[in-house]
């Protein structure tokens, strides 16, 4: 059982929105802002989406934005496309050990 | 542009060691500024979070595995490796390395993963 929760799936047709969540505790997503989204495509290397909450690396488009709301982040997509489709996995820093905790990833399916 | 290209045998036995390594391009390890990782992620499962190492040879290492593993750092080979002892069916996952920066606690770049599978 990971760490941090995330729904096991979230689809939406292109151009909708959606949002994934990741339910921490207080120790780590609550204390922290070091709160990061990946993308994994299988075979590829993970890709950074989000880092500190809502920051976006280059060339991530501004269409990929991150929040948090007290224990709870979210990464929401905006005008859906069909490369989005990928698992999303959110991870915090916390102040006890492990280090980084990881949520059990989101497959997000573009209908 | 910092790629990070795992390697390492695809198949090992029950009880002997899993040995990784993650070779570095595009950076060097030794000019600092830098937590060197290792991540794995069982079949089907989440990401656990290993360890890591600085070039100065500092290491940290989750609870759950710390009596089992080492990563060490090769600065003039510009790699670093994961030691995983005693492994078991359970050490069954695709093992990945990464990199986070220091003061920012995010892993910017990761090797694309490579499948160790544990069997007899």
């Known amino acids: 059982q990971s760490a941090l929760t995330q729904p096991a799936s979230v689809s939406g047709s292109p151009g909708q929105s959606i949002t994934v969540s990741c339910t921490g505790i207080s120790s780590d997503v609550g204390d922290y802002n070091y709160i990061s989204w990946y993308q994994l495509h299988p075979g590829k290397a993970p890709k950074l989406m989000i880092y500190e909450v809502s920051n976006r690396p280059s060339g991530v488009p501004d269409r990929i934005s991150g929040s948090k709301s007290g224990n709870t982040a979210s990464l929401t997509i905006s005008g859906l496309q069909a490369e989005d489709e990928a698992d999303y996995y959110c991870s915090s820093y916390t102040s006890s050990s492990p280090r980084w905790v990881f949520g059990g990833g989101t497959k997000v399916t573009v209908l | 542009q910092v790629q990070l290209q795992e390697s390492g045998p695809g198949l090992v036995k029950p009880s002997q060691t899993l040995s990784l390594t993650c070779t570095v391009s595009?950076?060097?390890?030794?000019?600092?500024?830098?937590?060197w990782n290792w991540i794995r992620q069982h079949p089907g499962k989440g990401l656990e979070w290993i360890g890591f190492?600085?070039?100065?040879?500092?290491?940290y290492y989750t609870p759950s595995l710390k009596s089992r593993v080492t990563i060490s750092v090769d600065t003039s080979k510009n790699q670093f490796s994961l030691k995983l002892s005693s492994v078991t069916a359970a050490d069954t996952a695709v093992y990945y390395c990464?990199?986070?920066?220091?003061?920012?606690?995010?892993?910017?770049?990761w090797g694309q993963g490579t499948l160790v599978t544990v069997s007899s």
């Open positions: 990464a990199r986070v920066p220091n003061g920012v606690w995010d892993f910017d770049y």
């Open positions: 595009g950076g060097s390890i030794s000019s600092g500024g830098y937590y």
């Open positions: 190492i600085y070039y100065s040879g500092t290491t």
